[in-house]
């Protein structure tokens, strides 16, 4: 009778705590929610607000006005500053407890100019870590400023995660199955313990203890971003110890 009293009063523990991490978590999981819903109701405003001055600055100015390397300059901002405006709008879909997607436009993209693009925007020495091999005219089926944010998130990841003069090598190809392109990023940093690769690509994801700042959420983005463009991403441990992360989206129709 004592064992008995025993082994309920330790199950009994057992599930007292487990019932206090269940609600530390959702603690946890709604302050994160509320600080995604306040961050991006501020930031709307003042992004909207660049993105109107570029682009009427841009409208306004004669085309001999400015010298090259400035007209260059200014189309850059414009682009950075449209893609922070639909980031910011991805974050309000992060901050809604709901299921509710986020748009895309597909069209025919050539993904060679798309990853073109992406090491383009990095800075010059992280751009010189990238190498990017791929199969001439290939061409997926894809939002071509989506299918961008999807790879510069990961290409940054990859730059951020491993030692900081080796290499990130993207390469793009036919996907695994019929009518699909994959484009695979891998980097040569410690791999992703497999204890967190459940939690990856969730909304609120953990993170190690070594990692701080940020909420997580660029991974579950690209998921969500890649699933509304009929696409899908997978990670592995690629040959060298570090992540490989697969993106596989359609390919365009008659290629």
Excluded: C
Aim: net charge negative; glycine share 8%; hydrophobic share 40%.
């Amino acid at each position: 009778l004592e064992k008995l009293v025993e082994t309920l009063g330790r199950e009994r523990e057992t599930r007292e705590v487990a019932e206090e991490a269940r609600r530390a978590s959702e603690h946890q999981r709604r302050r994160e929610q509320q600080f995604a819903t306040v961050t991006a109701h501020e930031l709307r405003t003042p992004v909207a607000g660049l993105l109107g001055s570029l682009v009427t600055l841009e409208r306004l100015r004669a085309p001999d006005q400015l010298p090259p390397p400035a007209q260059e300059l200014l189309a850059a901002s414009t682009r950075q500053a449209r893609r922070l405006a639909r980031l910011v709008e991805d974050f309000a879909v992060v901050a809604k407890d709901s299921d509710s997607g986020i748009l895309v436009n597909p069209t025919r993209v050539e993904v060679d100019r798309v990853v073109e693009a992406v090491v383009a925007e990095l800075d010059q020495q992280s751009a010189a870590r990238v190498r990017v091999t791929g199969a001439p005219g290939l061409r997926a089926w894809a939002d071509q400023d989506r299918l961008a944010q999807v790879l510069a998130n990961l290409v940054r990841n990859a730059l951020q995660y491993s030692p900081p003069e080796s290499p990130v090598e993207v390469a793009a190809g036919p996907g695994p199955v019929p009518d699909t392109v994959q484009i695979a990023v891998d980097d040569r940093g410690p791999g992703i313990p497999p204890e967190r690769l459940p939690q990856l690509f969730d909304r609120f994801g953990d993170r190690p203890p070594s990692q701080t700042g940020g909420l997580g959420v660029g991974l579950w983005i690209v998921r969500e971003l890649l699933t509304a463009m009929h696409g899908d991403v997978r990670v592995e441990r690629n040959a060298d110890g570090g992540a490989s992360l697969r993106v596989t989206v359609p390919a365009a129709a008659g290629d």
